[in-house]
């Protein structure tokens, strides 16, 4: 089930909640209602909205896909680094690297609006070893200073044709991403397409893994969502939800 309308941020939560009544309505009350009217099942609902406004990444359509009674996934393209929710329990994934001084990407694009408070809280992460604050794979969590959320979470995913075990870092990177939110109570997460640009990993496998690791945690958070910088990155991620959720 899709619907698609415009609107402002109380009609959305109106929509979302209207959606959810509707599909915890027992069946017996749709048998004589005509067929326009026959309830999808859960699993394959989802509710378009259009956001124009905080947490909607700087607007566009918004697909949502239930992960839990309590926690909800939503896709949409736009940019993270004007994403938020409230400003103190949500935060950002930046696809950094293992030095975390920013990069190009995603990478620099939070650098940049963040301002140089960020780069002197990354170059204070210790080194784990020489020329590495962050190995790929792990997490680390730093203030999100002139950004609009309240954290960053810098992962580093692996550069697909030269790392050994690229899944497995993939997974690692959304998971220990989610591990260090959870513990830094945080409630909303927008992450980007990790290793997606420079680091030349696959949309189709890259989707799969991060809709799959995500699900780990489908009791954990309020929201997750991917706000997502290209037409066909957010194909592969809007066709990965609807194959796994």
Known sequence: MVAAIKCTSAS???LERSASIFLQ???SCFNNLPFLFTRPSPIRARVRVWSGMAGGGGGGAVDR?????SSVLKLQKGDIT???????TDAIVNAANELMLGGGGVDGAIH???GPELREAC????MVRPGVRCPTGEARITPAFRLPVSRVIHTVGPIYD???QPKVSLENAYRNSLRLAKENGIQYIAFPAIS???????YNEASRIAISTIKEFSGDFNEVHFVLFSDDIYQSWLEAARELL
């Open 123 to 126: 170059r204070a992460v210790p």
């Open 12 to 14: 959305v939560s109106l």
């Open 162 to 164: 030269v790392h050994p």
């Open 112 to 114: 940049r609006a963040a």
């Open 25 to 27: 309505t027992p069946n």
């Open 196 to 202: 997606c640009g420079v680091f030349r990993y696959p």
């Open 82 to 88: 004007v994403w938020s929710v409230d400003g103190s």
């Open 65 to 69: 896909f239930e992960l839990s009674p």
